[in-house]
């Protein structure tokens, strides 16, 4: 076991973790897909070098841009990193467990995109009021979703608390729960119409017609859009751990020592790799929804969710 102030830093560690590597999983999912797709792949690392050149890019602005609009990048940076702290990644005994609750991720969530939405009117373009009214019409949807798939899990344990959650269903061992498939299927669901992907938007083309989150960031450039993109990577990987971490949680480290955390991360990389290839699979299968049909994707998702809470109430406590 480690002491008070190790245990700090291995939770400083796990956040930067988080911060580090989520281009790698999106360079790993780009390969794969190229690859699926009897494309050449491009380097697993791609998505550091497009970091980099944006870095490095002189940032352009409107000649009537507010503060909102270049304050937003780093607010929706910054909201996305503190939300990274709240997941457990490798261990769930480091000292961020007691703010681990699923209610402040979603509220984090939720900041991140009311900022994006007001920056993205604050131009006065076509496209940033278009994009911003279509990504809060579909977190009206998913939030929902993503709440009712993980209540599902809270009733389990009876808390909100993240880590608290999957150290429960770890000592319960191996149990066959339809309320955990109906609530996994709902946040996987949810998931890629959080991060923008295919069925219901292409992070890789920029349609009018079609695109919702590349919309609100087309005036945006250099560092600014780096720390954007760079956002929304760390964000895919949360979703990628919480799914991988709460419905398959064997493997996280529960008691802080060495050879745990080791193993822990050993087990997450192997866990998001998976999940990735998953991504991918569905997203070479499935075509892009019309953006009307995406209501109907979300219903649907939050049905799963609904249906998982139901079969909770109905199968284990009745």
């Given at each position: 076991?480690?002491?008070?102030?190790?245990?700090?830093?291995?939770?400083?560690?796990?956040?930067?973790?988080?911060?580090?590597?989520a281009?790698?999983?999106?360079g790993?999912?780009?390969m794969?897909?190229?690859?699926?797709?009897?494309r050449?792949?491009?380097?697993?690392?791609?998505?550091?070098?497009?970091?980099?050149?944006?870095?490095?890019?002189?940032?352009?602005?409107?000649?009537?841009?507010?503060?909102?609009?270049?304050?937003?990048?780093?607010?929706v940076?910054?909201?996305?990193?503190?939300?990274?702290?709240?997941?457990?990644?490798?261990?769930?005994?480091?000292?961020?467990?007691?703010?681990?609750?699923?209610?402040?991720l979603?509220?984090?969530?939720?900041?991140?995109r009311?900022?994006?939405?007001?920056?993205?009117?604050?131009?006065?373009?076509?496209f940033?009021?278009?994009?911003?009214?279509?990504?809060?019409?579909l977190?009206?949807?998913?939030?929902?979703?993503?709440?009712m798939a993980?209540?599902?899990?809270?009733?389990?344990?009876?808390?909100?608390?993240?880590?608290?959650?999957?150290e429960?269903?770890?000592?319960q061992?191996v149990?066959?729960?339809?309320s955990?498939?109906f609530?996994?299927?709902?946040?996987?669901?949810v998931?890629?119409?959080?991060?923008?992907?295919?069925?219901?938007?292409?992070?890789?083309?920029?349609?009018?017609l079609?695109?919702?989150?590349e919309?609100?960031?087309?005036?945006?450039?250099?560092?600014?859009?780096?720390?954007?993109?760079w956002?929304?990577?760390?964000?895919?990987?949360?979703?990628?751990?919480?799914i991988?971490?709460?419905?398959?949680?064997?493997?996280?480290?529960?008691?802080?020592?060495?050879?745990?955390?080791?193993?822990?991360?050993l087990?997450?990389v192997?866990k998001?790799?998976?999940?990735?290839?998953?991504?991918?699979f569905?997203e070479?299968?499935?075509?892009?929804?019309?953006?009307?049909r995406?209501?109907?994707?979300?219903?649907?998702?939050?049905?799963l969710?609904?249906?998982?809470?139901?079969?909770?109430?109905?199968?284990?406590?009745?």
């Open positions: 076991m480690f002491d008070n102030s190790v245990t700090w830093i291995l939770a400083l560690v796990q956040n930067l973790i988080f911060i580090f590597f281009p790698l999983l999106i790993w999912i780009k794969n897909k190229c690859i699926l797709q009897n050449l792949p491009p380097s697993p690392l791609q998505p550091y070098y497009d970091l980099r050149k944006l870095f490095l890019k002189q940032v352009v602005i409107a000649e009537h841009a507010s503060w909102l609009f270049r304050a937003t990048p780093y607010i940076f910054g909201t996305v990193v503190l939300s990274a702290g709240v997941v457990p990644l490798i261990a769930t005994s480091l000292p961020t467990a007691a703010i681990a609750d699923v209610i402040v979603v509220g984090f969530f939720a900041l991140s009311f900022f994006l939405a007001l920056a993205a009117m604050d131009i006065g373009t076509a940033g009021g278009m994009g911003a009214s279509r990504e809060m019409t977190s009206s949807l998913t939030e929902p979703a993503m709440l993980i209540f599902t899990l809270s009733m389990t344990a009876a808390t909100t608390n993240l880590s608290t959650t999957i429960l269903i770890l000592n061992g149990i066959l729960r339809p955990f498939i609530a996994a299927l709902g946040l996987m669901m998931a890629v119409a959080e991060t923008g992907r295919i069925p219901i938007d292409n992070p890789a083309t920029h349609l009018e079609t695109m919702v989150h919309a609100m960031i087309l005036e945006y450039s250099g560092r600014h859009l780096a720390l954007i993109e956002a929304s990577q760390i964000k895919l990987m949360i979703y990628g751990v919480l991988a971490n709460l419905f398959l949680p064997w493997g996280i480290a529960t008691e802080l020592t060495f050879s745990g955390f080791l193993i822990g991360a087990v997450i192997l998001l790799s998976a999940l990735g290839s998953l991504l991918v569905s070479t299968l499935l075509a892009k929804l019309r953006l009307f995406a209501p109907d994707y979300l219903s649907f998702a939050f049905l969710s609904l249906l998982g809470m139901l079969s909770h109430v109905i199968v284990e406590v009745g």
